[in-house]
């Protein structure tokens, strides 16, 4: 599949997973804000409700007293009046509007019209209900219309308060821990609940105690829920695992695209590798047999210099042969955790001399030169594989003849200097064509080469800094890489001594 086709379905399935996750977030914070408007307004329902039945209680009790107090004014005035003047009584009534058939005989013996007497009745029924309607008209007038002048606090019963408030929110279906107080339109506070506290504080609700009174008389409700906020998100919840197997959908498309990239960088470094192996394969191998068949070949003088030379190129190209598959299979072995190490006490100055001075004539014969500056104050001795340690400066050296720069002659140096710390540095440098910074990370990658696809300038399986690292780490080392393009490039390596 090709790199701009997996690019363009992974941007349509990434915005697709964006746009589904954004259009649950967005309701989710809707059907969040829906419940706290609800909630809202559930609570002020119920706050309303238990003010109000507060206010009816305090009404209720007014209008009773001073219905006892007026019945009981009437009745002294009206025993001092005399029996004439005052009102029939409510037996007196009923008798008087029965049937003619159930009037006591002794009021028919009086000459009494019993048509008048009805009319009679009838009148003071009237007289009656009118009495009772304005005094009742006065009593509600002096209770509802007129201001009490008892202290807010002897007003509220506070223990009937919290009662309502528990009652009218349960019948709004608001089941939850709340703490409440009350306090004048100053803001002086009158009562608290015991198990006061200010978690929530946040979100407080009001109500206004006897609305129709002076401001100086209301009082205010003041209440709480520590819990509204879990409550609400609970009442959500049903949201979240919807949204959490999204996240996780997205995020396992992601590794999923990763994984697909990986596979497909895999592939082209298996094709490199593969290019580049034939390649270096088919050269010592077609050495090889064009000696077998000058050897076969009965015009060919075989000589005895003849043979040497003939038997000499088969061994050069058979170590080559040998040399790339031994690299190949140390990877693997690295790989495996199987590479063994056999350490021992080395000089490193002695080592490094002794690898400038083999390599010296590969460096001259390509028209550069190679120096060393070994800035150790003693000897220092490091505990290594010299064999494999060995392998690594020659791997080092080696890629800086591969990668010099054509329009400059090379110069190659090899320092080492104390750090200090029981450790010592050994410092690579040369001024060939330099590696990229996006690159630079990836050197040390196995198979990874700067120069990909069939192309066979700079020869190599891209195992060799691969197998550097690993030998260093192995080591108890590190090694890193500094470069500029252009103007050549340093890999400093970092090791333990024994003494220095």
Same mark, same amino acid.
């Given at each position: ?17 964006? %746009?589904?996750? $954004? ?5 989710? @914070?809707?059907? /969040?804000?829906?419940?706290? @408007? ?14 109000? #039945? ?11 007293? @001073? ?61 009656? $209900? ?81 609305? #129709? ?17 879990? $409550? ?27 994984? /697909? ?9 298996? #094709? ?52 790339? +598959? ?30 400038? *001075? ?17 800035? %150790? ?6 505990? +290594?594989?010299?064999?494999?340690? *060995? ?11 591969? $990668? ?9 140096? +090899?320092? %080492?200097?104390?750090?200090? &710390?029981?450790?010592?540095? /050994? ?13 630079? &990370? ?15 300038? +700079? ?13 260093? *780490? ?17 890999? /400093? ?8």
């Amino acid at each position: 599949m090709k790199k701009s086709t997996i690019w363009i379905i992974a941007a349509v399935m990434g915005i697709s997973f964006l %746009t589904l996750l $954004y259009l649950q977030m967005r309701y989710l @914070e809707e059907v /969040i804000k829906m419940r706290k @408007e609800q909630f809202d307004e559930s609570v002020m329902r119920s706050l309303y409700r238990a003010a109000r #039945n507060l206010e009816m209680d305090e009404t209720q009790r007014n209008l009773e007293a @001073e219905l006892r107090h007026r019945n009981s004014s009437a009745t002294t005035q009206n025993k001092a009046k005399g029996a004439s003047d005052t009102l029939p009584s409510a037996f007196e009534l009923r008798t008087l509007t029965t049937r003619p058939s159930s009037i006591p005989k002794g009021l028919i013996a009086n000459n009494y019209n019993i048509s008048d007497k009805k009319k009679d009745t009838r009148a003071q029924i009237k007289k009656m $209900y009118l009495y009772q309607k304005t005094l009742l008209n006065d009593v509600i007038y002096s209770i509802l219309y007129q201001t009490s002048d008892k202290p807010l606090q002897n007003r509220v019963n506070f223990m009937v308060l919290d009662r309502y408030l528990k009652a009218e929110l349960r019948n709004n279906g608001i089941e939850l821990g709340y703490h409440f107080s009350v306090t004048t339109s100053d803001g002086r506070e009158l009562y608290r609940c015991s198990d006061y506290e200010m978690k929530g504080e946040e979100y407080t609700y009001r109500q206004v105690l006897y609305p #129709n009174d002076p401001p100086a008389q209301m009082g205010i409700i003041n209440i709480h829920f520590p819990e509204m906020q879990k $409550y609400i998100f609970t009442s959500v919840r049903f949201m979240i695992p919807a949204i959490i197997f999204t996240v996780v959908l997205l995020i396992i498309f992601i590794f999923t695209i990763f994984t /697909i990239f990986r596979q497909r960088r895999l592939s082209e470094i298996k #094709n490199d590798f593969i290019n580049n192996m034939t390649h270096e394969f088919k050269t010592p191998i077609s050495t090889i047999s064009l000696a077998a068949q000058m050897l076969n070949d009965p015009s060919v003088n075989k000589s005895e210099a003849m043979f040497r030379h003939i038997s000499g190129i088969i061994n050069d190209e058979t170590k080559r042969l040998r040399f790339q +598959v031994e690299k190949v299979l140390q990877m693997s072995m690295f790989d495996k955790n199987a590479a063994t190490f056999k350490r021992k006490e080395v000089n490193l100055n002695a080592l490094i001399t002794d690898v400038v *001075t083999t390599f010296r004539l590969k460096v001259e014969s390509s028209g550069g030169t190679i120096t060393t500056d070994l800035q %150790t104050t003693e000897e220092p001795i490091i505990f +290594v594989d010299e064999m494999h340690f *060995t392998n690594v400066i020659f791997n080092l050296l080696d890629n800086a003849v591969k $990668y010099k720069n054509p329009d400059k002659d090379l110069q190659l140096e +090899v320092m %080492t200097a104390n750090t200090g &710390k029981g450790k010592v540095t /050994i410092t690579i440098a040369d001024n060939g064509i330099g590696i990229k910074k996006e690159n630079l &990370k990836k050197v040390f990658d196995k198979f990874y080469r700067v120069h990909t696809g069939n192309r066979h300038d +700079v020869k190599g399986f891209g195992l060799g800094l691969a197998y550097v690292k690993s030998v260093i *780490t192995n080591l108890r080392g590190t090694i890193h890489a500094d470069s500029e393009i252009g103007k050549g490039t340093k890999f /400093i390596i970092t090791l333990p001594t024994i003494k220095s």
